[in-house]
């Protein structure tokens, strides 16, 4: 076989392999119908290599107004460091060297239900810390990137995001952790 044939052969094999991993990591986004809008939503697998828990200089600013990093605080809220290496959709080389903040959204304490809804939450925090501590497994999450990401195309549907801020799916102050439909509230 020629240089020039062979050349071809391995061109078009990495091509079609490059082809694949983007149908695969354009696949994931999920298009789900809330009320009168869509949302866009990617079910995530954490494992030990893909999350820091905290990362010096890289804690924010909690709504409360307390500082960030790995700990759960008023409402729920909590922050998980993703390495942009392992996320699946393309990030802006302009919006963060090496982590994406994803943070589980403040749930109001006094609005009727609240209370279950956090410790929902801090049932999740307490298995995402002990996932960190095995050093082992995997845990799936759900992650919104409606109003984070733009869509690149339709079809295939293909979305990256716009900034290194993304959330945890989350519809009437309680996670929800499935992509089909919204938690029903006690």
């Known amino acids: 076989m020629n240089r020039y044939r062979m050349s071809w052969i391995v061109g078009a094999v990495f091509f079609l392999a490059v082809r694949g991993i983007a149908a695969e990591h354009e696949s994931l986004v999920v298009r789900v119908k809330h009320g009168d809008e869509h949302r866009l939503l990617l079910p995530f697998d954490l494992t030990p290599e893909n999350f820091e828990l905290s990362v010096p200089g890289i ?78 497994g995997r845990l799936r999450v759900m992650i919104d990137v409606t109003w984070y990401a733009k869509i690149d195309s339709e079809e295939p549907l293909h979305v990256s995001l716009k900034d290194r801020q993304i959330y945890f799916r989350h519809s009437d102050g309680r996670y929800v952790a499935d992509a089909e439909g919204i938690a029903s509230t006690p």
């Open 59 to 136: 804690d924010r600013q909690g709504a409360d107004g307390s500082a960030g990093g790995w700990r759960f605080r008023e409402g729920g809220q909590f922050d998980v460091l993703i390495k942009r290496e392992h996320f699946p959709l393309q990030v802006p080389e302009s919006c963060c060297n090496h982590y994406l903040i994803l943070t589980m959204p403040y749930t109001n304490p006094r609005l009727p239900g609240g209370d279950l809804k956090i410790s929902e939450k801090r049932e999740l925090f307490d298995r995402i810390g002990n996932l960190r501590a095995a050093k082992e």
